[in-house]
């Protein structure tokens, strides 16, 4: 396994995807992407209660997509929506409900009822 010798040339946003590919590979997942999907709903849900964020500036580039590309963020979205909605409502985060739905362009409602059904 390597370890990393942070000298603080390198922007430590860059070194955090390789860490989590080595936490990862660690943990015996075949990649980053299965092991962030896996823990999605715990990482969502301290973004917005520990860390105080909203979901808009959630890290979504550590799963593939582009946070300032237009549409990556409702990609995003609408890929993990079965998982992220339930934490929203558990949480009782009623502005992040409401920016996915506008977000995804579909009333709250139509929304909480695809992930029940």
């Given at each position: 396994m390597t370890f990393f010798k942070y000298s603080g040339r390198t922007d430590l946003a860059?070194?955090?995807?390789?860490?989590i590919g080595h936490v990862a590979a660690a943990m015996g997942y075949n990649n980053k992407l299965d092991f962030?999907?896996?823990?999605?709903?715990?990482l969502f849900g301290e973004w917005i209660t520990t860390l105080k964020k909203s979901i808009e500036s959630f890290p979504i580039q550590l799963f593939g997509?582009?946070?300032?590309?237009?549409?990556?963020?409702?990609?995003?979205?609408?890929?993990?929506?079965?998982?992220?909605?339930?934490?929203?409502?558990?949480?009782l985060e009623k502005p992040n409900l409401e920016f996915v739905?506008?977000?995804?362009?579909?009333?709250?409602?139509?929304?909480?009822?695809?992930?029940?059904?």
């Open positions: 860059d070194l955090i995807p390789q860490i962030l999907t896996e823990h999605i709903s715990f997509f582009k946070p300032h590309k237009p549409g990556d963020l409702k990609a995003f979205l609408e890929k993990y929506i079965s998982i992220i909605l339930p934490k929203i409502i558990f949480l739905a506008k977000t995804l362009q579909k009333e709250i409602s139509v929304i909480i009822t695809y992930v029940i059904l």
